[in-house]
């Protein structure tokens, strides 16, 4: 079975500018999710999708990040425009639907804002 | 009050001493709790997951978790130094909501 896919591993941008990252959840996983972990911290949630709705987006900055899954499967992350404080690593992560089971994560993209 | 509070550490245990990690979670809604572990630069991945009172036991691994003081541990016995590693307490919220502390760091010397 494949894992959640995510690109690109790594990405250096100035700040102002803008940033997009892609997430292909497991197969048939309905559940997404993008986490921000800034180094020596816990993932942060910022969107919960399930299908192509938002579940949760309480900690999503959104007057700079947004996200979409428009047909139910991938993902895309965008920061726009990007801050020194946004360094950090994303996290992509899919669960089923089945109640409480584990969420499986991608590699993460590690985003350096100079 | 944090979601979800955990003492970022170090924890130094021995080799082979058992190591206890703790955690606390705010929700009483909650539903499900997960222990995850982070080796430096990788994703999280899982270890171990209880949705019910009492104890669980997963070869070198015991979660243990009481809904009532609203606190979750994870034993490690027989502790390596591979083990050595951050540890994420995640809780599931309601709606497969999850939640994760700040983890808990391990340092297991030889």
């Known amino acids: 079975e494949a894992g959640v896919a995510q690109s690109p591993r790594y990405k250096i941008i100035e700040k102002r500018q803008s940033v997009a990252f892609w997430c292909n959840p497991i197969?048939?996983?309905?559940?997404l999710y993008w986490y921000q972990q800034i180094l020596g911290q816990g993932p942060k949630l910022l969107i919960q999708?399930?299908?192509?709705?938002?579940?949760?987006d309480s900690q999503l900055p959104k007057d700079r990040f947004s996200a979409e899954r428009l047909k139910g499967v991938d993902s895309t992350l965008k920061i726009q425009p990007a801050k020194l404080e946004d360094s950090a690593v994303y996290l992509c992560a899919s669960s089923s639907t089945v109640a409480n089971t584990e969420a499986f994560f991608g590699q993460g993209t590690r985003l350096t804002v100079v | 009050q944090k979601e979800v509070e955990q003492n970022s550490g170090p924890l130094s245990v021995p080799e082979g001493a058992i190591a206890s990690l703790n955690c606390t979670y705010s929700d009483r809604g909650s539903q499900s709790f997960f222990w995850y572990r982070q080796y430096s630069g990788k994703s999280p991945e899982l270890i171990m997951f209880i949705y019910s009172n009492g104890d669980k036991e997963d070869g070198r691994f015991t979660a243990q978790l009481n809904k009532a003081s609203q606190y979750v541990s994870l034993l490690i016995r027989d502790s390596q130094p591979s083990d050595s590693a951050t540890y994420l307490c995640?809780?599931?919220?309601?709606?497969?909501?999850?939640?994760f502390g700040t983890g808990t760091r391990l340092l297991v010397s030889p």
């Open positions: 995640a809780v599931n919220t309601g709606f497969q909501k999850l939640v």
């Open positions: 999708f399930q299908n192509n709705g938002v579940v949760d």
């Open positions: 197969s048939g996983h309905a559940t």
